[in-house]
């Protein structure tokens, strides 16, 4: 069994979330590396991350950090390349949000809550050591930033062209046995 002083890995669950991502540290014999913690999306949180990493890595040289981030928007983007940027021994996995759903729910049936499921990240990082996940390529990063913009529009668009259409039914009824497609002309 592993010891506090022999610690060779430590399993780091992120669960993340808009307004903050919460953080679990498990050990190798799966009972917590250190208290969890709260990372708020922004300079300071991170700091507090790195800070909190640090401290670990002091504590113990050894240790290589198994990082298991839960893909869920831009905001782990941001924490993704955060943690890249990092000069600790570290392997990072992204995993899907339902994949990890699934995970938590197969380990902690029972618990539902946001430490619950960084919790088990943490485990599924530590226990099972996925392989790294590739960075993400800096020309991939823009195109998918432009997508999310296109497809943003897209919906507003969708939107506007409904309420149009809903404004036109009530104010001319009869409209729509003129004409099938009002953006045809």
């Known amino acids: 069994m592993s010891t506090i002083a022999s610690l060779d890995r430590i399993g780091v669950g992120i669960d993340t979330a808009r307004y903050g991502h919460r953080v679990s540290f498990l050990r190798p014999d799966r009972k917590p590396a250190a208290k969890p913690l709260t990372v708020m999306e922004n300079r300071a949180g991170y700091q507090a991350l790195q800070d909190r990493l640090n401290q670990l890595h ?16 831009q905001y782990a983007v941001n924490l993704e390349l955060f943690l890249r940027g990092l000069n600790l021994p570290m392997t990072i996995s992204v995993g899907e949000p339902k994949r990890n759903k699934d995970y938590q729910k197969a380990h902690f049936p029972k618990r539902t809550t946001d430490d619950t499921e960084s919790q088990a990240m943490a485990r599924f990082a530590v226990v099972e050591l996925p392989k790294a996940t590739p960075p993400t390529a800096p020309a991939l990063l823009l195109l998918h930033e432009v997508a999310g913009r296109l497809q943003a529009k897209v919906k507003q668009s969708t939107q506007a062209i409904n309420r149009l259409h809903n404004l036109l039914a009530r104010a001319f009824p009869e409209l729509a046995t003129l004409t099938e497609d009002l953006t045809t002309g």
């Open 58 to 73: 002091e504590q113990h040289p050894t240790a290589h950090f198994h990082v298991r981030i839960d893909a869920a928007g």
